[in-house]
Structure formats: C-alpha cells, structure tokens
C-alpha cells in the first residue's frame, strides 16, 4: 500500500542540507560563513549541457580561507569540444573526475550553512538545480548573493547597465585574473571582489545580510 | 588534492625568503593553509601592545608601514613590500606586538598560521637562521648581542653556495704548442727546445699526438747516458699522451696531473689523442692560474715598458675583477688586489713619465691618490683623482720646480687616461695647478679648510681627507697626514660640519615605496647607488677615524679598527662594514654587467633577493647616522 504522506527518502547530504537550512538564523555578518563559487560547464544550455568543474572557497570575517576551499572535477557525458578552448578541460584529462552525483554530495556538504556567493549566481545555481533535479532531489536552499548586483547597487554611474562581466569588476576594482576560466581560479577572483565590495559596503552601513541579500532582486524571492 | 589556489599560492611564495629555503611538499602544505586578507588603504591590521593574532603576514599585493608610538610620538620604522613578512617575531617569542601595522595603500595579504609555521622552523635551520636576521633588522635595537653576525643571515640565505675559485675557473692553456715528427732525433728536439725556450715537445703525426719529450726526459734519460741523444724521440717519448677537451676546469686538469703524475697535458680538439692537437696545458699554467694571477699582473706592470701593455694589463684586472666577484671571492680580497694593481700602474706611470722627461725631480715629491683609490676601493675603472706634494723649497726655485712637476703631473694624468682612468670632471688631478703644491701650501691649505668648513670646503676635505700614497717620498707623505690630524684634534667642531654634510644623504629606509629615484636626466627612475648608500658610509667611517685619529683609508679597515677603539659600537661598526662591503659588491656586478660605473641602479629590475640585499644595508647606515648625529652635536651647527 501506497503511503502518500510519507516524505520521500532522500540521501543523507540532502537531508542534512535540508535540516540545516530549515531554520537557519544568521548572526552578525563577520561570523558568517560564504562560499564563493564557480562552476565550469560544456555550454550555455541549462538542459542539455553539463558541469565539468565546480570550485568554490569559503570567506568568513572578510578573509578568504584557503584551507577551506573545494574543488572537484566531474566525469562528462556531454562533450562540446567548442567550449574546451575556455576552460582548458578536455573529455579524458588527468585530473581525477567523479560522477555528477558524487561531485554534489560532495559539494553539498562542502556548503554546509554557508551563504553563497557568485558571478552570475543564477547560472551557476540553475545548473547545480537542474543536476540535482536528475538526481530527483529540489533547488539549493542556501541563500545567495551575487557580485553584480552587489556592484550594481553601490556603483555611482552606471546604473542603467544591467550586467557586468567578471572581467569588467577585475578591472574596477583593480583585482589580477590569474587562474581566469578554472572554476577554482574564477571562485577566487570572485572572493576578492566580494571582499572589496562588502569593504566599500561597510563604510557608510553596518553591514548585514538583510542589505545584501536585498541586492538580489532575481534572486532569494 | 589538487588545488588551484594553493598552487597559485606556492608559486607565490617560493620566490620569498624564507620560503624558498622550504622543499616544494612542505610548502604546498603551508599555502593550502593560507588566509587571504584584504584591506583599504590606511587601515590598521593591529595595533602595537595588542595580543598576537594567530597568522603572521607576507604581502602579496600592496605596502605597509610599521610604526611605533614611543612617547605619543608615532615613529613609522618601516614600510614592507610585495614579499616582506611582518608580524612574525611576537607570535613566535609570545609577546604583544611592539609595533603597528597598517596599509600604506591597498593591500591584499597572505596570514600564514604560525603553528605550522613553527614545525618549518624547527626542521629548517636556515629559515630560522633567516628569521633571526630579519627580528634583527625590525627591531629598535638591532645590534644586541643576541643578533651579533647574524644581521646579514638573510642575505647568504639568498646567495649562492660559495665555490673555489680556483677549482671551477677553466683553465688557460698554450694554444698552437710546437711539436715534431717520429723521425726527429733527440738532438734535433732538443735544440728545437732550446730554440723557442719550451720545456717540452709534442711529437705529432697528422696534428695528432703521439707522445710528448720533457724536460724531466733529457735528464733522467740522456743526461745519464741512458740512451743516445742520435735517436730517434719515440725512444724516450711519454706515449700515449694524456688529452683533454678545449674546455676544462682547473680542478679537472689538477686532478688528471695528480692521478698520472704528469706535469704536461695535451688538449685536442675532442679531448681523445686521436684528433687534432690545439694546445699544451703545464703544471706551471695551473700555478699561475691558482695563486699568482695578480702577482703575475704586477709583475707584468713593473716590467712594462709602454702604455699600451699597461692598458692591456688594467683589461686584464678587469678580467679578474670579473672571474672574482663571480666566485664570491671576498670583497676585501678583491679591492685590496685590483687596489694594488691600479697603484703599481699609476707607480710606473710615473717613472715611465720621468723617464720622458729627461730629467729627474728637482727636490723630493709625492704622488697621491685620492678618493676611492686613496681608500683602495676602485673596482671598476672610474675617474682619476690625484695630487702632487713636494718639498718646500726657497721661493726663489719655486717657479721652476712647480713647472717641472705640472710637466710631470700632465703627462703621467695623460697616460692614466689612456690606460683607461678618465680625467676627473672636477678637475682634482695633479695636472691642476690647484692640486700641486708644496708641503707648506697644502698644510695651509688643509688647515683653512678645517678652520672654516664653507660647503664647497668640506667637499674638498671628503676627497683630500682620503688621500693615500703611491709614489714618491714616504715622509712627505707622513707630514702631510700628521697636520691633517693634529688640525681636526684641535677643532672637533670641524666633524660636525662633516657630518651634518653626510646627512643630508639620509638612510634611504622607505626604499621601494618611498620616491627615492633620481628625478630627471638621464637616470630618472634610476636609485643612486654611490651617494645614496656608498657614500654616506664612507663618510661616517672617515668621520669616526678623523675623531680617533686613525691613519687609515680604506673604509672596511676603518670599520674593523673603529670596532676594537669603541667597543660600546662594535655591532654597529661590524654591521656597517658587513653593509658596505655588500654595496661595494653589488655595485661592481652592476657595473660589470652593464659596462659603466654600476652607480645607477634600475630598482624595477632588481630581483626581490637583491632587493633585500640592499635593504638590509640601509639599516645600519640609519643607524650609523644616528649615532653621527649625536656624537657630533650636529643639532647645534648653524
């Protein structure tokens, strides 16, 4: 007999991830983790592309911890060989690569209760979503936040220009692109402008989350 | 696991001292650990007095000062760059921090967590070592015996591993060397020997060599009647030969003497006896090589009966200036040969000048040198700065016995010239009326100075005050010296107008933040190396040997005899000469490697170890400052 009430069994990570976002209450921002993220994918195509690389370091009282970082590799059903001149990853590279399932698992607990923080977070997220959705499991529960809303929203000119490229904030706010088009190397250079950015933030406001996560209009609805 | 940004990290910190002394594994680890901090320009990253925090930083992007109030005056101590760890010592000695730190501009900074860090000392004498001297150098009082010969630990950290001269110098060889053929008798050879004064002969079929006739072979062999000197050379041959290749060291080519109890080599062009013959290596080549180059080159120079060998001679200096400071032969060493090579030059150019003249000095003479040569410490080819004393003689004579020596004096400035001493700019050469005098003009001369120390005077005094002998009267010479002295003992106020002088030429301490370069002209951009560091050590060691009545030029000696005299300075002197022989050095492969004076120095294309090299020459040169500044009373000096 069919229990319709009865929820759903989810893995481990997915429950844990559920748990711990449920009624999470974020205290004052220097104690609040973020993960910096970055995903490489085979194409622009949420449904028919794939992630190859997700690389994300963790900040947390405006430091950017090393020792907290992640970076995975994922074994590739989809193969567009026009985009592996960006990110430099080929179908049988040698770095050691785990299926998609396993490359979440492990990110998810990487997450942790982390806060996120992207470039273009929308991309990225929709990609993790729909990977997860193959994986019969919901959306990412974490809140997030992304640099070009947060540049937006404090940037003095230029506020009728919607988006801005990651190279165009490594310019303004003078950051080196080493790494540029690894996930890891683009996750860090996303740090750095996060830092800056909460740093020119805090002058005039306490910072809290409530005010960043306000930039986000698309997201976090 | 591979990392993307510790691996950045790691290719950032292997280029730093003390990281680069860490193997690759060890440092992986540590840049897997790293916090990466950012701050705006101005903005404090601890305070002094404040409890140590858990990392130390290395500064990746940026500057920053640190800075100490010592009675609610803030006194900024240094500013850190791109590369520079700060905040080390109180986190391993465990006590607040003695000083601040704050951005100088935006600043990104690697925080390294001691923990780890301190395993890394344990296990790497030389990281600690270099961390010793770095306490050193940031501490207020950076010569307490606890650091005593180990301020410039970070620089040999940076050095490379000294080697023998001798031992990797390749060695020099007859090229062309005379051989015969098998059908020459033994007479025949012998007196193709004796002929072109060879203690040796090759004996060759095709170029190739077959065997070789000694010296050692005619005696054993036919002076004792062994065999007859009507046969034929293979009868008394050395066969086969042993050969090597056209490049070799010394310490191969000794090594193959020893092992074959040889004294003669053949080089071929392969290094086999089966190929072409190109040259003969002696036992006496390695000896002279070895010991007796420059006592080679000075005994070239008294037997020189031209300028023109003269001036190959001075190239040939050069050489060796070269091959030295490339074995990281001690400086002192080097100065005080090429010193002795430059004085026995401008010796025989003298004679050879009398000798044009047809006609001896009229009464006694002495020839001076001043400057850095007077200090024996030309390196490099630089201009001439010299003097001509002579005896006092009844005004009468002395028309025509100043004449003779301007006559000589031109000639022997002229020859100087050729040999490749340009002519003073400033005119302070021998040759100048001004600077040719007799005994009794310059003893007045010397003593206006001293007694009215005008700007222009004292310049004069910091070249003249140098002055050392070369040729000539020896008594003159002590005369001269003694009425310097005894007029600087009876008015001291005369060193502190040296002083102030000096220390209008600051430690350059802000080095690489601070606009220190030259402005304009053909340098801009460029750090000036002799009267921004050089200089204003010399000056302060000739300042504290004129106070102690030192009879001594040369600035390394000065130091070394001003620390026995005044053991309450010691460390610091030690540290000056320590500094000053680093300059010396570094301003010589400058000048080595672009071909001029290496007086300008392009900061930007300085490596970060050269950099240090020079910054850790800077403090004891603040320092040195100070303690002038004080003696001296410069403060009280109109």
New interface residues.
């Given amino acids: 007999m069919f229990d319709f009430f009865k929820r759903k069994k989810y893995p481990e990570f997915w429950e844990n991830h559920i748990e711990k976002l449920k009624n999470i209450k974020y205290s004052n921002f220097e104690s609040i983790r973020f993960v910096v993220l970055d995903t490489e994918t085979t194409g622009f195509s949420y449904e028919g592309d794939r992630m190859l690389c997700i ?1 994300a ?1 963790a900040i947390k009282n ?6 907290d ?1 992640f ?1 995975v590799y994922i074994k590739q059903e989809v193969f567009n060989k026009d985009t592996v001149k960006i990110h430099g990853i080929r179908k049988n590279g040698n ?2 690569k785990v299926s998609e399932e396993e490359a979440l698992r492990q990110f998810i607990d990487y997450l942790d209760d982390a806060v996120i923080v992207a470039h273009h977070t929308v991309f990225d997220i929709t990609m993790i979503n729909v990977a997860l959705k193959r994986m019969n499991l919901g959306s990412i529960k974490s809140k997030q936040l992304d640099t070009n809303y947060i540049h937006k929203k404090i940037a003095t000119q230029d506020k009728s220009k919607k988006i801005f490229s990651l190279d165009e904030l490594c310019d303004i706010y ?1 950051v ?1 692109k ?2 540029r088009h ?4 683009d996750a ?1 250079i996303t ?2 402008i996060f ?2 950015l909460t ?1 020119k933030y805090q002058k005039n406001n306490t910072l809290n989350l409530h005010d960043l996560i306000k930039t986000n209009y698309y997201l976090n609805k | ?6 691996e ?2 790691y290719d950032f910190l292997k280029d730093y001292p003390p990281f680069n002394l860490i193997s690759k594994s060890k440092l992986l680890d540590i ?8 701050f ?1 320009k101005d903005v404090i990253i601890f305070n002094q007095d404040e409890a140590p925090q858990e990392h130390f930083y290395i500064i990746y ?1 940026g500057a920053v000062r640190l800075y100490r109030f010592i009675d609610d005056q803030k006194y900024n101590l240094d500013i850190c760059d791109e590369g520079d760890i700060f905040g080390l010592r109180p986190l391993i000695i465990n006590e607040d921090y003695t000083m601040g730190a704050a951005t100088n501009e ?1 600043t ?1 900074l690697y ?1 390294i967590p001691v923990s780890i860090f301190l395993e890394i000392v344990d296990e790497y004498p030389k990281v600690s070592q270099y961390l010793i001297a770095n306490f050193a150098t940031n501490t207020r009082e950076p010569f307490s015996d606890k650091h005593k010969g180990r301020l410039f630990a970070n620089v040999s950290s940076v050095q490379k591993v000294e080697n023998s001269f001798a031992e990797t110098q390749s060695a020099q060889y007859s090229k062309n060397p005379i051989t015969c053929t098998v059908d020459t008798t033994i007479k025949e050879a012998s007196i193709i020997m004796t002929e072109k004064v060879i203690n040796s002969i090759i004996i060759a079929e095709d170029n190739r060599p077959l065997g070789i006739i000694t010296d050692k072979d005619i005696r054993t062999k036919i002076g004792t009647g062994l065999v007859s000197v009507d046969k034929k050379v293979t009868a008394i041959m050395s066969s086969p030969v042993i050969s090597f290749p056209e490049k070799f060291t010394v310490a191969e080519a000794q090594i193959a003497m020893l092992k074959n109890k040889l004294s003669h080599i053949c080089i071929t062009k392969d290094g086999t006896d089966k190929s072409e013959l190109v040259g003969i290596l002696t036992n006496q080549d390695l000896n002279f090589v070895q010991a007796n180059n420059p006592v080679f080159l000075i005994r070239d120079v008294k037997h020189a009966k031209d300028i023109e060998t003269l001036k190959y001679i001075r190239i040939k200096a050069s050489e060796l200036t070269k091959g030295y400071l490339e074995q990281e032969i001690p400086i002192y060493f080097i100065t005080k040969v090429i010193s002795e090579i430059n004085t026995a030059i401008t010796k025989r150019i003298v004679r050879l000048s009398i000798k044009e003249l047809e006609e001896d000095p009229p009464v006694a003479y002495t020839w001076l040198a001043m400057g850095s040569q007077g200090r024996k410490e030309q390196l490099l080819i630089t201009d001439q700065d010299n003097a001509l004393v002579f005896e006092n003689v009844p005004e009468s004579e002395y028309a025509s016995v100043k004449a003779y020596f301007l006559k000589l004096s031109t000639k022997v400035t002229e020859k100087l010239h050729i040999v490749g001493f340009e002519y003073c700019p400033a005119n302070i050469m021998a040759s100048n009326p001004k600077w040719c005098q007799s005994l009794n003009e310059w003893q007045t001369q010397f003593k206006e100075w001293i007694d009215n120390p005008t700007s222009d005077k004292i310049l004069l005094s910091i070249i003249f005050f140098d002055f050392d002998y070369v040729a000539g009267d020896v008594e003159l010479y002590n005369q001269m010296s003694d009425s310097v002295f005894k007029n600087v003992a009876d008015k001291q106020f005369f060193l502190g107008f040296l002083s102030k002088s000096t220390l209008l030429n600051p430690a350059p301490l802000g080095f690489f933040k601070q606009f220190l370069v030259e402005q304009d002209g053909e340098n801009k951009d460029q750090f000036d190396i002799k009267s921004r560091a050089i200089r204003p050590l010399v000056d302060a060691a000739r300042i504290f040997s004129l106070h102690h009545n030192l009879k001594i030029n040369n600035t390394i000696a000065r130091f070394e005899r001003l620390m026995e005299l005044d053991p309450q300075h010691r460390d610091l002197f030690e540290s000056c000469a320590i500094a000053f022989k680093i300059l010396l050095q570094f301003r010589t492969s400058q000048g080595l490697a672009n071909n001029d004076t290496g007086r300008f120095v392009d900061i930007n294309a300085l490596s970060k170890s050269d950099r240090l090299k020079l910054k850790s020459c800077f403090k004891p040169l603040s320092n040195i400052q100070e303690i002038l500044k004080i003696r001296f009373n410069v403060a009280l000096l109109p």
């Fill in positions: 690389g370091v405006n430091k950017i911890l090393v020792s970082s970076e770095e050691i003078n080196k080493h790494d690894t996930a890891l190397g860090l740090a750095y830092l800056k740093i | 696991m591979k990392n993307t940004i510790s950045r990290i840049a897997a650990k790293v916090e990466i901090v950012y705006e992007e935006e990104i925080g």
